[in-house]
T-cell receptor, first 110, second 114 residues
Framework: TQLLEQSPQFLSIQEGENLTVYCNSS?????LQWYRQEPGEGPVLLVTVVTGGEVKKLKRLTFQFGDARKDSSLHITAAQPGDTGLYLCAGGDSWGKLQFGAGTQVVVTP | KAGVTQTPRYLIKTRGQQVTLSCSPISGHRSVSWYQQTPGQGLQFLFEYFSETQRNKGNFPGRFSGRQFSNSRSEMNVSTLELGDSALYLC?????????????FGPGTRLTVL
């Protein structure tokens, strides 16, 4: 069973600060996805990375897939209150089955 | 395109009862997956249906079952409810593309078992 570990579990920062969330596994994934979930809603897909070493930027969010495709990170620059939410990473195998991490709860206060 | 819809949004049942949840995927998506989300266990995969066939299955007891219809709509059934089945049940549809199995989630059904 592929196990995805996310760290930290909880992060509380002030508006304008930077933050990084990590997603690690001992297994290789075909793809790695990041989602954000807000209270009372389902997770929303932010990005998918498939190539080792791939870096994708989405406005103030930067996603990186490790060279060995076992780990990923999400970096948010100048966080805003709207970035508050539960960030989930999910690793996909070659059959399309996804394994989700436990999530990182991010709180950005004004 | 309309998003994934789930009904009902909230449900209260008692132990021993059964429940059926419904999910309508995004038009054109043939894959529907179901997940259980709880504070303690996080997001746990239940099963995936593709073109009316179960393609993947998680580690849940047989009390949890599902099906998919020819229009890709899916239902999930839980029989003999237990207190521990209280959770947010999420449905996700996907279109297998070059970047793999990207999930589009519905808002979920909040099930409370008393």
């Amino acid at each position: 069973t592929q196990l995805l570990e996310q760290s930290p579990q909880f992060l509380s920062i002030q508006e304008g600060e930077n933050l990084t969330v990590y997603c690690n596994s001992s297994s290789v994934f075909s793809s790695l996805q990041w989602y954000r979930q807000e209270p009372g809603e389902g997770p929303v897909l932010l990005v998918t990375v498939v190539t080792g070493g791939e870096v994708k930027k989405l406005k103030r969010l930067t996603f990186q897939f490790g060279d060995a495709r076992k780990d990923s990170s999400l970096h948010i620059t100048a966080a805003q209150p709207g970035d508050t939410g539960l960030y989930l990473c999910a690793g996909g195998d070659s059959w399309g089955k996804l394994q989700f991490g436990a999530g990182t709860q991010v709180v950005v206060t004004p | 395109k309309a998003g994934v819809t789930q009904t009902p949004r909230y449900l209260i049942k008692t132990r021993g009862q059964q429940v059926t949840l419904s999910c309508s995927p995004i038009s054109g998506h043939r894959s529907v997956s179901w997940y259980q989300q709880t504070p303690g266990q996080g997001l746990q995969f239940l099963f995936e249906y593709f073109s009316e066939t179960q393609r993947n299955k998680g580690n849940f007891p047989g009390r949890f079952s599902g099906r998919q219809f020819s229009n890709s709509r899916s239902e999930m059934n839980v029989s003999t409810l237990e207190l521990g089945d209280s959770a947010l049940y999420l449905c996700a549809s996907s279109f297998y593309g070059p970047r793999g199995n990207e999930q589009f989630f519905g808002p979920g059904t909040r099930l409370t078992v008393l």
